[in-house]
T-cell receptor
Framework: GQNIDQPTEMTATEGAIVQINCTYQ??????LFWYQQHAGEAPTFLSY????GLEEKGRFSSFLSRSKGYSYLLLKELQMKDSASYLC??????????????FGKGTKLSVIP | DVKVTQSSRYLVKRTGEKVFLECVQD?????MFWYRQDPGLGLRLIYF???????EKGDIPEGYSVSREKKERFSLILESASTNQTSMYLC??????????????FGDGTRLSIL
């Protein structure tokens, strides 16, 4: 089976930097995704890692270590609109020759003035 | 932009009813997925399909079935709705490639209440 852990809630100050961690134990690892989900809305794609290292995309960066089963999402220069849930999802091969995502329970980030 | 459209944002049904949730995508994606999202439990995969008329069980398929007669449309069916199926249901689609960096794209969700 798959197991993905991330903190339930975090609070950070506007303008600051926050790091959201995700650890996973899976078989058939084939990439890790981060999604952002505002309350009452659909999840939207933020980043993708399949090789070890850091991927940077504007204010957001994501890091992966496959040997440690560990990823983090780094948000810089926090803005109030960054208040949302952040979902870590691991892609694994399915038996059907395709793949599926297994999601963590999400980290609710609150940005305060 | 990819567009995944779910037929209803809010739906109220009664226990024992047969319920249909519809999802349509406009990007010719091979893969389509149905999830439910509950507080404290996160997103859980119910069923997915990687081609027309093909379906695979996810993590929590009990009480549900699916239908994919056309590539763009994926339906979730609650055969006999029960109160524990009250939830937010999310549909998603993606290209098929196993090594693709293309993500799943989600619809806005259907909040289903079973009374």
């Amino acid at each position: 089976g798959q197991n993905i852990d991330q903190p339930t809630e975090m609070t950070a100050t506007e303008g600051a930097i926050v790091q959201i961690n995700c650890t996973y134990q899976t078989s058939g690892f084939n990439g890790l995704f981060w999604y952002q989900q505002h309350a009452g809305e659909a999840p939207t794609f933020l980043s993708y890692n399949v090789l070890d290292g850091l991927e940077e995309k504007g204010r957001f960066s994501s890091f992966l270590s496959r040997s440690k089963g560990y990823s983090y999402l780094l948000l810089k220069e926090l803005q109030m609109k960054d208040s949302a849930s952040y979902l870590c999802a691991v892609r694994v091969h399915s038996g059907a020759g395709s793949y599926q995502l297994t999601f963590g329970k999400g980290t609710k980030l609150s940005v305060i003035p | 932009d990819v567009k995944v459209t779910q037929s209803s944002r809010y739906l109220v049904k009664r226990t024992g009813e047969k319920v249909f949730l519809e999802c349509v995508q406009d990007m010719d994606h091979e893969n389509m997925f149905w999830y439910r999202q509950d507080p404290g439990l996160g997103l859980r995969l119910i069923y997915f399909s990687y081609d027309v008329k093909m379906k695979e069980k996810g993590d929590i398929p009990e009480g549900y079935s699916v239908s994919r007669e056309k590539k763009e449309r994926f339906s979730l069916i609650l055969e006999s709705a029960s109160t524990n199926q009250t939830s937010m249901y999310l549909c998603a689609s993606s290209v098929r490639g196993s090594y693709s960096n293309q993500p799943q794209h989600f619809g806005d969700g259907t909040r289903l209440s079973i009374l």
